[in-house]
């Protein structure tokens, strides 16, 4: 028997291997579980996440023939994805856990645009 590398083991998948579809879990296990999705190293695999929803959102924007989609409406859209597929299939824990990981995201991409925007507003004040 070979033993499972390190860079190998994956937290998110081991968490969920607790859950059987008739298991009931908490809402904190929920979020914990979507936590360890969007706070695990998915830079390396997905690249950094406002430059990646920027780009899913300008793909969007094409497709659609419209100009003002935004990363934080992905963060959005993918969450309503995720909820649509819960209407089908509410058992699937993967869903909940999904569409929690996408709010946290979206949150997170409006904070540094709020920091970023107070930012620049303090320093256009400072200007003479």
Request: charged share 30%; aromatic share 8%; glycine share 4%.
């Amino acid at each position: 028997m070979t033993k499972k590398k390190k860079e190998d083991f994956d937290p998110v998948k081991e968490a969920l291997k607790m859950f059987e579809p008739q298991q009931r879990f908490s809402r904190s296990e929920i979020l914990d579980i979507a936590k360890q999705y969007v706070t695990k190293d998915r830079e390396n695999e997905h690249g950094d996440m406002n430059d990646n929803f920027l780009t899913i959102a300008s793909y969007w924007n094409v497709h659609l023939n419209i100009y003002h989609i935004g990363p934080q409406d992905v963060a959005v859209m993918m969450a309503l994805l995720k909820i649509a597929r819960i209407e089908q299939n509410e058992k699937n824990l993967d869903n909940w856990v999904d569409a929690c990981g996408y709010l946290s995201c979206g949150g997170e991409i409006i904070a540094r645009k709020k920091k970023r925007s107070e930012e620049h507003g303090s320093a256009i004040k400072k200007l003479p």
